[in-house]
């Protein structure tokens, strides 16, 4: 009996097929797994590192007598011991147990608090600026309230997605190339429309880098909480959600250019030179973010701007200088900007892949 022939799969169905090859070949690559390891360590090393050193920082030790206790418990940053009288305290402090002893004294224009320090040989600033009472101040134009804490902050988003960026773009631009450089692409071509194995590339190595991020996030939270770091967590928390989202979407525009610029040319030794232009789109955000992390105007102006925004904007966010409106208003233009680069990507992609031989110019590839 003749063979009934197989039906040719769906548009979607030969997608998937083509994202799923991706994903198993990349979960099959031991220098995948490695780098993502990698990451992932120093990502969680990075937290437990800083949980610890917060732990390790000892508070000024310091006798309280009698109603000095009152003052003490409205400040912050000291470590009280209560005494039963002055001479008890006092005798701490010569022995060495507490740095200082804050004791009763009537309340006067040198003691407005109604209490005085009692220290050894030299006067301990730690415990008089912890117990300094400060004016109420208004701040024209706020900046971080630690700027080594945002530095970090700038320098980890900038990190994670300019490594996951260029290790998943330059995977696809080199399966590209090899793909028509053996001219594998021309079998896969007989039974798949060309821009479902562009979409599945994009597709499956998305799914990766998102995964990727997820993973990071939730080791980097579940670190924060864990080494009690639980207030750090609250702020940073909605940042790395928006980080996430930004980025599933930032990267399927930057996944597209990689294909679309490696389809472009027959030979592995050609893809940096092509993909260049990328890569540079993929360094900006990064470089900018480190300079320019405490820039209001700089960070405004990477927050609206496609290629920069998955870092540009969860920055504002932590900082707390993006309205509310500001994310949704900046992801709807990412989105449009990465349906308009889909749409040129897969043109390009289309007339370039099955030119063998010299590189095909950006001109002719638009043009068919």
């Keep these: 009996m003749p ?22 070949a990349r979960l099959r690559s031991k220098a995948f797994l490695i780098s993502t390891g990698i990451l992932l360590a120093v990502s969680l090393g990075s937290v437990i590192v800083g949980g610890l050193v917060g732990a390790n920082a000892t508070l000024p030790k310091v006798a309280v007598v009698g109603t000095a ?5 409205k400040a912050t940053g000291l470590d009280a011991v209560p005494t039963d009288s002055v001479e008890a305290a006092e005798a701490l402090v010569r022995d060495g147990t507490v740095s200082a002893a804050i004791v009763p004294a009537p309340v006067s ?14 006067p301990p600033t730690d415990v008089i600026n912890a117990l300094s009472v400060y004016p109420e101040v208004t701040l024209l134009d706020p900046s971080p309230a630690n700027g080594m804490l945002a530095y970090l902050v700038a320098l980890g988003f900038g990190l994670v997605f300019f490594m996951s960026a260029l290790t998943f773009g330059t995977t696809i631009a080199q399966s590209v190339v090899e793909e028509k450089q053996t001219r594998v692409v021309e079998i896969l071509m007989s039974t798949i429309p060309v821009r479902a194995l562009m979409a599945g590339k994009v597709l499956g190595n998305s799914i990766l880098a998102f995964g990727q991020i997820v993973l990071i996030g939730v080791l980097v939270s579940a670190g924060m909480a864990v080494t009690g770091q639980r207030v750090l967590l609250g702020d940073l928390g909605p940042s790395i959600v928006w980080f996430a989202v930004f980025f599933a979407f930032g990267f399927v525009l930057l996944a597209s250019l990689y294909a679309a610029t490696a389809s472009m040319v027959s030979r592995q030794e050609d893809v940096g030179t092509v993909t260049s232009p990328v890569m540079i789109l993929v360094m900006l955000p990064y470089l900018l973010v480190l300079f320019f992390y405490d820039n209001s105007t700089v960070l405004t102006i990477m927050s609206y701007i496609p290629f ?13 200088t993006a309205e509310w409106w500001e994310p949704l208003l900046s992801l709807v233009i990412l989105l449009v900007t990465t349906l308009l680069v889909i749409v040129l990507g897969a043109r390009v992609y289309s007339n370039s892949l099955l030119r063998m031989g010299a590189r095909v110019t950006l001109k002719e590839a638009l043009r068919g």
């Design 69 to 73: 206790s009152q003052v003490v418990e």
């Design 308 to 320: 920069s925004a998955p870092v540009g904007m969860p920055m504002r966010i932590f900082l707390g």
């Design 3 to 24: 063979r009934t022939p197989h039906a040719a799969p769906t548009f979607w169905q030969s997608v998937w097929l083509v994202a799923t090859r991706e994903i198993v």
């Design 109 to 122: 224009p040198a003691s407005p608090l109604g209490i005085e320090v009692i220290a050894l040989d030299s």
